[in-house]
Structures are given as structure tokens and as C-alpha cells.
């Protein structure tokens, strides 16, 4: 370590002992032997003139998730940025976290920033990532999370075999992906069911996170608005999607198309057809 980087590291770790606790000033030590070399003097700079607003727990978050990140790539060329990029992004992350009260969120884009930190993605997909969460708020993130991670109960699959793989439903409500299961054997929609006695998607997420039904309909024009979910005009419906079990015939995956032929169109199940790949490609990362 230079002398200008052995320099930057204790004036961070001075800085974060004046405006916050000791325990924070200390683990800060800790992870900044990696970040230097990288942001160590935009950090400081930051500080000198930022540090008395500073939120410290926010900002040691972040110089720890980077610390990880940079650790587990020692390689100059497993860090996806050049040295611009990189301060770019990590004092946009800063600079967000400086206010946020919100943990959630902090951590989500501390997560985010640790992707763009060590992913082959573009720039620009970074960039994007980043900025879209600087946007977000809570109950979006928790609307989103639902949507992406949660179950589906409105998919109902009939004779299901011990270890199978579910297809992937992030597509067209014209066809469904299928995907041969390690035992032998794919699972095909077979039909949509009107009268599933399901409650409406609305209802399933005002159950599930406890958000009223107005504000979940708000929140779901403004994912929409940002390519992060295409669920408004799904909201009020309740109908199932049932699937069977079809045991493989050979060993290659294939595509059923629903739009062809005399093939009635099935519908993909309504949490389904709410996912776009903008949106689940950004889950993806925090």
C-alpha cells in the first residue's frame, strides 16, 4: 500500500470515529485494504465534505458488501469496471444510502452494487440497475420479491413426480417454455380453469404482504411504468393454469407453441404472466 493510500484509509477511519461509534470506525479498518486502492480517495473526499450527514451504519454497509465483493475477485481482471466506473457506481451507491432509514433498501443496493462490481454485464445494465432502485421504494421491493420469489398457488400440477424442475413461465402468454425433468419427462399446460375458487391476484397480494388494496393497484402501475412487472391488468384475476405430467420420449427440451395449429391458447397462470425479463433479471441481483 502507498503512502497516499495508507493516508486515505486512516483519514476514513478517523472520519467515521468523529461522526459515529468506534465499533463502526474499527470494522471500517478492516474492509478497506481492498477498496482503496480503487475509490480510497473519492471515499475521502466524499467525507471531508459529506461526513458530518453522514448515516456511518449505511456507509460501513457499503464498504463492507464492496470489501466482499472485491475480495472474493483478486484479480484486476475479475473486477468488471475500470477504475471510473467503478467510483461512479460506488458513490452512487454512497451518496443513496446517505439518507435512506429504510434497511431493506440499503442492503438492496448494496447488493446491487457488488453485482455490478463483479458481473460480465454491461456498463449500462449496471448503471441501469442501480438507478431503478434508487427509485423504488419498500413496498414495491416487497411487491416485487412476492411476485418473483414467492409461490404461485394459481399453478396446479397434476401427478407431479418426486424431483421434477418447473418450466419457466416468464414469456408470451402465447406459449409456454417446457423443460425435461432429470427423471424423464416434461411438464405440458393442459388447460386453464375458470372456476379455481382462487382469490384474485389483488386480494393474494393484500393478504400476503398487508398492503391495502388501493395502494398495491398504485403500486402496480408504477413497476409497470418501469418494466418491472406487467401486472395492473392482471390484478382481478383468479383463474388456475393446470399442468400434467408427461413422461419424455427423448432427451432434448422443446417447446410447445399454444398459437399454433387448431392448439387452444393457455393462458399462463396470473403471477406468471405479471413477470417481464427486465424484471426478473433485476431481481436477480439483490
Not at 134 to 149: A, M, N, P, V
Not at 165 to 193: T, V
Amino acid at each position: 500500500m502507498s503512502n497516499e493510500e495508507a493516508n486515505n484509509v486512516e483519514f476514513i477511519v478517523a472520519k467515521i470515529s468523529e461522526i459515529g461509534r468506534p465499533d463502526d470506525a474499527a470494522a471500517a479498518r478492516n474492509v478497506l485494504l481492498n477498496i482503496v486502492p480503487y475509490i480510497g480517495g473519492a471515499v475521502a473526499t466524499f467525507l471531508s465534505e459529506h461526513g458530518s450527514q453522514m448515516r456511518t451504519e449505511n456507509i460501513c454497509l457499503v464498504l463492507t458488501a464492496l470489501n466482499d465483493a472485491i475480495g472474493r475477485h483478486t484479480n484486476d481482471t475479475d473486477i468488471h469496471l475500470n477504475e471510473r466506473q467503478l467510483v461512479e457506481l460506488v458513490m452512487r451507491t454512497i451518496k443513496a444510502v446517505e439518507i435512506l432509514s429504510d434497511q431493506d433498501l440499503v442492503r438492496a443496493l448494496t447488493k446491487a452494487m457488488q453485482y455490478a462490481v463483479t458481473s460480465t454485464d454491461s456498463f449500462a445494465d449496471k448503471q441501469f440497475c442501480i438507478r431503478i432502485l434508487e427509485t423504488l421504494t419498500s413496498h414495491e421491493i416487497t411487491i416485487l420479491r412476492e411476485l418473483y420469489r414467492g409461490d404461485d398457488p394459481y399453478r396446479i400440477e397434476m401427478d407431479k413426480p418426486d424431483g421434477h424442475k418447473r418450466p419457466s413461465e416468464i414469456g408470451s402468454q402465447g406459449s409456454i417454455n417446457i423443460i425435461l425433468n432429470p427423471l424423464g419427462g416434461q411438464w405440458i399446460a393442459d388447460r386453464n380453469d375458470t372456476n379455481s375458487g382462487l382469490p384474485s391476484l389483488l386480494e393474494f397480494f393484500t393478504k400476503r404482504t398487508q398492503l391495502d388494496r388501493e395502494r398495491i393497484q398504485i403500486i402496480a402501475r408504477m413497476l409497470d411504468a418501469k418494466g418491472l412487472a406487467n401486472l395492473e391488468v392482471h390484478l382481478g384475476e383468479s383463474y388456475s393454469t393446470v399442468y400434467r405430467w408427461n413422461p419424455a420420449q427423448s432427451g432434448i427440451a422443446t417447446t410447445l407453441n399454444l398459437n399454433s395449429g387448431n392448439l387452444a391458447v393457455i393462458r399462463l397462470t396470473p403471477i406468471a404472466a405479471s413477470k417481464t425479463e427486465t424484471g426478473d433479471k433485476f431481481l436477480r441481483h439483490f
